[in-house]
């Protein structure tokens, strides 16, 4: 869900986050990612900001700056899409800003038996922001697994 497998995207925007965490306005950059993260119309958007504002609010600035700054070392993990042997069920906010949806069009191209659903009204947090329909997927490719 929501992933880039390649290098980051725009390493600046990465490294100014992190410099305005580290001078005391983690609140802000959190409210800024709360925007970005989730569909404003979707059913269940305000719930799914307040969850990610929580979530933010518990991890804290130090645990922030080490997942982001995790990020901008991410190794380009494409090449070994191709050799993974098992089903896969991508699943992708239409709306999501964060991992834009053509990450997912690339793994489902790559991935040898991969099936890509993009959810309408629906950013970068299916689990939150679409959950009947991310169980339904779930579920149902689970059960396609287990008589395979």
Not at 52 to 75: D, E, I, S, V
Request: aromatic fraction near 4%; charge should be neutral; proline fraction near 7%.
């Amino acid at each position: 869900m929501g992933c880039n497998p390649g290098p980051h995207v725009d390493a600046t925007v990465a490294l100014r986050r992190n410099r305005r965490v580290q001078s005391g306005e983690y609140e802000e950059v959190v409210e800024e990612l709360t925007s970005a993260i989730t569909c404003e119309r979707g059913p269940h958007a305000s719930n799914a900001a307040s969850s990610f504002r929580r979530m933010a609010g518990q991890a804290g600035p130090a645990t922030f700056l080490l997942q982001n700054t995790a990020l901008l070392g991410r190794h380009d993990r494409r090449p070994g899409l191709p050799r993974i042997g098992c089903p896969t069920l991508l699943v992708w906010g239409r709306e999501d800003c964060l991992a834009d949806p053509r990450h997912g069009a690339e793994m489902s191209a790559l991935i040898p038996d991969a099936r890509l659903v993009l959810l309408d009204a629906c950013g970068h947090l299916p689990t939150l922001e679409q959950p009947d329909a991310t169980v339904t997927l779930a579920r149902e490719w689970l059960g396609r697994c287990r008589t395979a």
